[in-house]
């Protein structure tokens, strides 16, 4: 199997539809006569796809205990797609696991189900990452639904970065390659850079680079999981990278919206938990301190702008 297509789920079922659509329309995964009639009952059984002659791939979809019907789209009109029903919402980080675990592939990747993939865009992937087996991980371009491209690469949430973000100087200063080094406002996402975290949206994942790095940490169970393996990563010697030649459409935090305070919070203690693991005693006491007291103090002025919009 060259490729394994995780896509973890709670409560998108629209957009789940729609993504494994377009694998569908692209080729990834058959159609149901083709792949599920008595000709071929083991291929339904095994979940896998041929999207062309020269590209094997697999699609694994895991529900985490979706309340809109989710498990039940999958199961009737995608009954090629392999199912991974969970009776809980077990997290995003869990559910890529058991996804990764199940899977077959040389390569992982991990999609968001609020995207579309365009035909001949898993074989440009799969292509990047035979030609550079240095890379343990890639993300591709990530387009809004007009076509305008997503700022989909950042740095890691190091000290200075963070606390130029928290003094406003990168807004002050969008494009500069120091104050603006976060959120790599300096970056067209027009050319292939090695990076330090790619958005987790569509990150491919090589098997090799898992079985020396691990699985996704769990105790990043829905935000920080793919920026902590990628510092694992980079940390093993493995090159992380983006690559413009790949595009996936991205319609952008449909599952977290439906949560939105709840994620603010969660996004933040994961910040603080990447510290704990990483930077706890490796940084001075009082830059420590500091960022993490700004990261408390912004996660506040967020919630409560939120709140005065009307958030949940």
Known sequence: MDLSVAIVNWNTAGYLQSCLSSLRAAGYIPAPAACCGRD?????ARGT?????????????VDNASPDGSAELVRSEFPEVRLIANSENLGYAKGNNQAIQASSGRYILLLNPDTEVPPGALERLV?????????????????NPDGSTQRSCRAFPLPLP??????????????????????????????????????????????????DVGLLDEQFPLFFNEVDWCY???????????????SIVHHGGRGTSQIRLAALRESHRSLERFYQKHLRGRIPWPLYVATLAANRVGVLVRIAWSRAKGGR
Not at 182 to 207: C, I, K, T
């Open 232 to 246: 694992r990563a980079k940390q093993r010697g493995w090159r992380v990278a983006f690559t413009p030649e790949v």
């Open 127 to 143: 292509a990047y990452l035979d030609a550079h087996p240095d890379t343990g991980a890639v993300g591709v371009r990530l387009l």
């Open 40 to 44: 071929r009952p083991e291929a339904a």
């Open 162 to 211: 963070l606390l130029y973000e928290a003094l406003g100087l990168a807004v002050l200063f969008p494009k500069s390659r120091r104050f603006a080094a976060y959120r790599m406002g300096w970056f067209s996402h027009n050319r292939e850079m090695e990076v330090d975290q790619p958005m987790g949206s569509a990150l491919a994942l090589r098997r090799q680079a898992i079985q």
């Open 49 to 61: 796809a041929i999207g062309s002659a020269a590209l094997s791939v697999e699609v694994i979809v």
